[in-house]
């Protein structure tokens, strides 16, 4: 199980990453990471997806952090109440949450960060009461897809979201 606690300067630690809660300071680092090519071809349009983060930063019901290894940044995590964003996932467990991620830094890709990183992250949700953890990567995204599944996700069914067709993938408690 991930050590998954407050550690210094209020960042959350799993396992050899850190979480630290996003800020505003961050967001031109999270601008650069949208621009990049691994990250566009999954995340669309930079300008929108920037617009979305930027004013998620204020919603109640999301968590934004800054993934990081030996402190330094190379990703983006958000984690969201089910409730507020089941766009098409059907029902879910009281308590359910999503999550979706990047990894900005190219030359972190292709090395099981990935995985690793959502495994701990989502080892430490479960532990402290999620009943469950989705996810909806793009079908054709199969990079991402082995990364959940290494990380524990099952592949449930495809939803229709807002964006598009997605694959349903739960991790449960």
Known sequence: MA???????????ASQ??????????????RQWLTQPHVKEWWGDPDEQ?????????????????????????????????TEWNTGFGPQPDGAR?????IGEADMINCGHGSAFIRAFTDALLAHGTPRVVTDPDPD????????EKAGFVRDRLV???DGIALLMVRNA
Do not use: K, W
């Open 3 to 13: 050590n998954f606690g407050i550690g210094t300067q209020g960042r959350l630690m």
């Open 17 to 30: 990453y850190q979480f630290r809660p996003m800020t505003a300071a961050d967001l031109t680092l999270v």
């Open 50 to 82: 920037f617009g979305l983060v930027s004013e998620d930063m204020t919603h109640p019901a999301m968590d934004q952090y800054i993934v990081a290894r030996e402190n330094q940044p190379f990703g983006y995590l958000q984690c969201y109440q089910m």
């Open 98 to 102: 999503g999550i979706d991620q990047m």
């Open 141 to 148: 995204n199969a990079r991402a897809i082995r990364a959940y």
């Open 160 to 162: 229709d979201t807002p």
